[in-house]
């Protein structure tokens, strides 16, 4: 058995992301497929794999808050409130993506962008030296279970990717989607998807405050 990740692990996957590879991963909540979110040749081999349908947005994830703060400087305060109420955590933010960054990722809708920062457990702690963000989904088939063991990753994924890190088994509990692009506007938002984030638990960090 694995006992998680360690340096080498963290710069494999940065030079395989890098390099324009496909690469098989562990998150906080299950495994993932990514790669570098600037790059659609990577993006369209990387959708082929899983089958997923080309207009399907992916999420943009990094691996620290700060550094997704500073690739987003188009966000209003009380979007950066959330997201630092949030993150790190379970959960997929949808923001506004005003500066229409990150294309790859955002498919059909450029104006929607999703983001996880994902709260690594020591076992996976190597991974915080990733020092920019992928663009990453849920390492299945379209449509089939999410994987919590490695073993659970279909073998079209594991063979077809470039690098593949095992984490050990993960909770395998997918992401909570938390629609944020009314925030700022309306001051309203919405879960979308319960998932490792209990909704009561979003509701809670996201409580005005005073």
């Not at 030079?15 to 570098?36: I, L, N, Q």
């Not at 076992?123 to 490695?150: F, H, I």
């Amino acid at each position: 058995m694995t006992s998680g990740l360690n340096a080498t692990d963290a710069t494999r996957l940065q030079e395989c992301v890098v390099s324009g590879g496909v690469a098989v991963f562990p998150s906080d909540t299950v495994y993932g497929v990514c790669c570098d979110p600037e790059n659609e040749d990577a993006a369209h081999r990387l959708y082929e794999l899983k089958g997923r349908p080309a207009t399907r947005p992916a999420a943009l994830m990094f691996f620290g808050l700060e550094q997704a703060l500073a690739a987003l400087p188009d966000l209003e305060p009380t979007e950066r409130a959330a997201i630092a109420a949030l993150l790190p955590g379970p959960v997929t933010l949808l923001l506004s993506n005003r500066g229409r960054r990150f294309a790859s990722a955002c498919r059909s809708d450029p104006a929607t962008i999703g983001v996880r920062v994902p709260w690594l457990p020591d076992s996976l702690a190597a991974l915080s030296a990733m020092p920019g963000p992928v663009m990453q989904t849920s390492a299945n088939l379209s449509g089939e279970p999410d994987a919590r063991t490695l073993e659970e990753v279909p073998e079209r994924l594991r063979d077809g990717a470039d690098l593949v890190l095992d984490g050990g088994e993960l909770p395998g509990v997918p992401s909570t989607v938390i629609d944020l692009r009314d925030l700022a506007a309306e001051g309203s938002w919405h879960v979308l998807r319960e998932g490792a984030l209990a909704a009561r638990a979003v509701e809670a960090a996201l409580a005005p405050s005073g």
